[in-house]
């Protein structure tokens, strides 16, 4: 089946520094992707809509200028945490869009800010 | 709007017991129905799918009957094991949705030996 990778696994960092998640498809390529943020014991809550070559599409309440959102190649999208503060602790998910239009979801990507 | 309605976990079972997790939709048109599961700390993996009404989607000993009348799609197992315990999210997409996914809060289902 469709393979979805997320590096890194989990990241720490420090208050205040910005954070880079990608989010790659393995076996196939993507032009729309999607990042998820779910916190503990709770659903996953869309974030952003991710298209190669343009710009990201963010759900209303989500700060586009705090979450960017690269999607350089139809294998690619990244996920910038900027200037992070520990609220942004989360688990990160990822997923993408197969050609089957089936969504295959990343491992996560544990963020902790300190 | 569309939701996703599941019942509320956790569900709690003996290995080799049957299993129900309920869902029911709200939807316009004709949506495309997911169940998927996230085991702990992992990201969520397609269990299932159903595309159109009377389809039976089945995997891993798993079974969802998109029930179009009844607007439901229950997730059944008649034999789990404890390595299904996990985090179970039922899931529509609707038609021209731009693929986006709109996901039931989840149900918890605990195997005991």
């Known amino acids: 089946g469709a393979v979805v990778s997320q590096h890194p696994s989990w990241v720490i960092c420090k208050s205040g520094t910005s954070v880079k998640i990608e989010c790659r498809s393995l076996?196939?390529?993507?032009?729309?992707m999607f990042w998820y943020r779910q916190f503990p014991k709770q659903s996953l809550m869309l974030m952003a809509t991710?298209?190669?070559?343009?710009?990201?599409?963010?759900e209303q309440g989500v700060e586009k200028d705090k979450f960017l959102i690269n999607h350089a190649s139809l294998t690619l999208s990244t996920l910038t945490v900027t200037s992070a503060h520990p609220e942004d602790s989360s688990f990160y998910i990822c997923?993408?869009?197969?050609?089957?239009?089936?969504?295959?979801f990343g491992p996560g990507t544990r963020l902790l800010v300190l | 709007g569309d939701s996703v309605t599941q019942m509320e976990g956790p569900v709690t079972l003996s290995e080799e017991a049957f299993l129900t997790i309920n869902c029911t939709y709200t939807?316009?048109?004709?949506?495309?129905l997911f169940w998927y599961v996230q085991y702990p700390g992992e990201g969520l993996q397609l269990l299932l799918k159903?595309?159109?009404?009377?389809d039976k989607g089945s995997n891993k000993g798993f079974e969802a009957t998109y029930r179009k009348e009844t607007t439901s799609f229950h997730l059944e197992k008649g034999s789990v094991q404890v390595s299904d315990s996990a985090v179970y999210f039922c899931?529509?997409?609707?038609?021209?949705?731009?693929?986006?996914?709109?996901f039931g809060a989840g149900t918890r289902l605990a195997v005991h030996p």
């Open positions: 997923s993408a869009i197969a050609g089957d239009e089936t969504q295959y």
């Open positions: 076996d196939f390529q993507a032009t729309t």
């Open positions: 991710s298209n190669e070559g343009s710009k990201a599409t963010y």
């Open positions: 939807a316009t048109g004709y949506p495309s």
């Open positions: 159903a595309t159109k009404a009377d």
């Open positions: 899931a529509l997409r609707r038609p021209g949705g731009y693929n986006k996914l709109i």
